[in-house]
C-alpha cells in the first residue's frame, strides 16, 4: 500500500508540473497580451540579454492615457509604491505603502533615478530610459509601456526580462517559486494601476 501510495503521489506531482509546463505557465507569461503585442519592439528589448526568459504581459485601461502616466510616473517602494499586494511584499521586509493618490513631487522621474523594489534592498533599479506619458524602462530589462487605443481607453504593456537562470538549484527556485510569485506581483500592479486611474476617470 505504501509503495501504491507512493506512485500516485509521483503520478499527481508529474501531472501538476505538465500542466504548469504546459498550460499555466504559457498563460501566465503572456497574461493579457495579443500575439501582436508579444512580438512588438519595444525599447526595453536593448536591455534584454540573448537567451533571457521574457515574459510580456497586458491589460486594457479604461481612461487617458494622462491619467494612467501619473501612477506609473511615481512606481517605486520610496515614491507610490508597486500597487500590488502591499502586505505579501512586506512580509519580506519591502517596508511598501501603495499611494492612493497623486503626489506631485514624485511626477518628474528622470534617466538614474532609483526605483526602488524594497527599503535598502541588495538590487536597487534605476531608469535607463523615460519617455513621459509612453514609457519607462528601468535596469534589468524591465519596461511599462502605455499604448493609447482612444481617447479614454489606454493599453498597458509591460515586459520583463527574468534574472540569469543558472544550475539546478537556480532553476528549481525560479520556475516554481520565483516566476509564479512574480507572475502575482507583477498583474496586481498591473490591475492596481488599472483601478486607480480608471477611479480618477470616473469622477466629473
Not at 509604491?81 to 517596508?95: C, K, P, Q, V
Amino acid at each position: 500500500m505504501t509503495r501504491r501510495n507512493s506512485v500516485y503521489s509521483l503520478a499527481i506531482c508529474l501531472l501538476i508540473l505538465a500542466a504548469y509546463a504546459f498550460w499555466l505557465r504559457p498563460w501566465h507569461m503572456r497574461w493579457g497580451a495579443t500575439d501582436a503585442e508579444l512580438s512588438m519592439p519595444l525599447s526595453v528589448d536593448r536591455e534584454i540579454p540573448p537567451d533571457t526568459v521574457v515574459s510580456t504581459r497586458a491589460i486594457t485601461i479604461h481612461a487617458p492615457v494622462d491619467q494612467v502616466w501619473p501612477w506609473l510616473a511615481q512606481l517605486g517602494q520610496a515614491h507610490g509604491g508597486f500597487y500590488s499586494y502591499d502586505w505579501l511584499e512586506n512580509l519580506f521586509a519591502a517596508r511598501m505603502h501603495n499611494a492612493e493618490t497623486i503626489v506631485p513631487e514624485w511626477q518628474a522621474p528622470q534617466v538614474g533615478d532609483v526605483v526602488a523594489l524594497m527599503q535598502d534592498g541588495p538590487v536597487v533599479p534605476r531608469i535607463v530610459s523615460i519617455d513621459p506619458g509612453h514609457s519607462l524602462v528601468v535596469t534589468d530589462g524591465y519596461g511599462f509601456y502605455l499604448q493609447p487605443i482612444d481617447a479614454n481607453t489606454t493599453r498597458f504593456v509591460v515586459r520583463y526580462a527574468s534574472p540569469p537562470v543558472t544550475g539546478l538549484g537556480g532553476a528549481l527556485y525560479y520556475y516554481p517559486i520565483f516566476e509564479p510569485l512574480h507572475f502575482v506581483m507583477e498583474s496586481g500592479m498591473m490591475m492596481g494601476i488599472k483601478r486607480r486611474a480608471e477611479r480618477g476617470a470616473s469622477r466629473p
